[in-house]
């Protein structure tokens, strides 16, 4: 089989779409998983150039679910996974003082079982299937350094998610596995699209001296830069993409 067998969690839409789109397009062939979005998935594949892409579902969640699904992915791609994209996530609104006790409980249980242990454990499975030259990239946040006062399980998840690939470039490299992540900012997609409406879309692009938030195929685009060959020396690394609107 020609390309690499790549596995990206969230890839019915967003961010996760055009990173799939980003590697299909380089010749990988490219494991879609959705939680619910079977049609969203569907389609993706239909729009895909080359051959050998795949569909997968699985909640993120649920440990079990996680290992079918990364296996069938290993399996659809020819028996090697040689780069995990962690992209799926939630991003839940539950300001401290205007939550309920259960309430703050559930945010914070849901978003760490999908945004960090998901992660965790699609990585665990992820590299029994994975060899020498392997990527794991992760998807983060920017929130993971300015704090996210209304979803702070969030902010939390995304921070702990850079600490999770910081230890795994450590680990993994005697295996010849780079891992590293992406901080974005807003980005154009539909789970920011409510928040980008005027006024306060003016007040969120305003952030970045350029007046504007990223597009997906810009996030794409450093992710398939981290995952190539090229950036083995990379690994480790948080690499922001805010458009200068956060700097630390």
């Not at 699609?122 to 300015?146: E, K, Q």
């Not at 005027?198 to 450093?222: H, K, L, T």
Request: glycine share 10%; hydrophobic share 45%.
């Amino acid at each position: 089989m020609s390309g690499r067998g790549v596995l990206v969690t969230g890839a019915s839409r967003g961010i996760g779409r055009a990173i799939a789109a980003a590697f299909a397009a380089q010749g990988d062939r490219v494991a879609i998983h959705h939680r619910d979005s079977a049609k969203e998935a569907e389609s993706l594949l239909g729009e895909l150039p080359g051959e050998g892409h795949a569909v997968v579902q699985a909640d993120l969640a649920d440990p079990a679910d996680v290992r079918s699904m990364v296996d069938a992915a290993a399996g659809a791609l020819g028996g090697a996974i040689d780069v995990l994209v962690n992209n799926a996530g939630v991003f839940l609104h539950h300001p401290i003082a205007e939550t309920s006790y259960e309430e703050w409980q559930d945010a914070w249980r849901r978003t760490l079982d999908v945004n960090l242990v998901g992660p965790a454990n699609a990585t665990w499975c992820a590299l029994r299937h994975m060899p020498a030259g392997g990527r794991v990239i992760n998807v983060t946040s920017r929130g993971a350094f300015r704090g996210e006062p209304d979803s702070p399980a969030y902010g939390a998840s995304k921070a702990a998610l850079n600490a999770l690939g910081q230890s795994l470039a450590i680990a993994l490299a005697p295996r010849g596995v780079a891992v590293a992540s992406v901080a974005p900012g807003f980005v154009e997609t539909d789970m920011t699209n409510e928040h980008l409406k005027a006024p306060r879309g003016d007040a969120i692009r305003a952030q970045s001296p350029f007046g504007r938030v990223a597009r997906p195929e810009e996030i794409a685009a450093a992710v398939v830069y981290l995952a190539s060959p090229a950036a083995e020396w990379a690994s480790g690394a948080v690499l922001d993409l805010n458009g200068a609107s956060y700097l630390r």
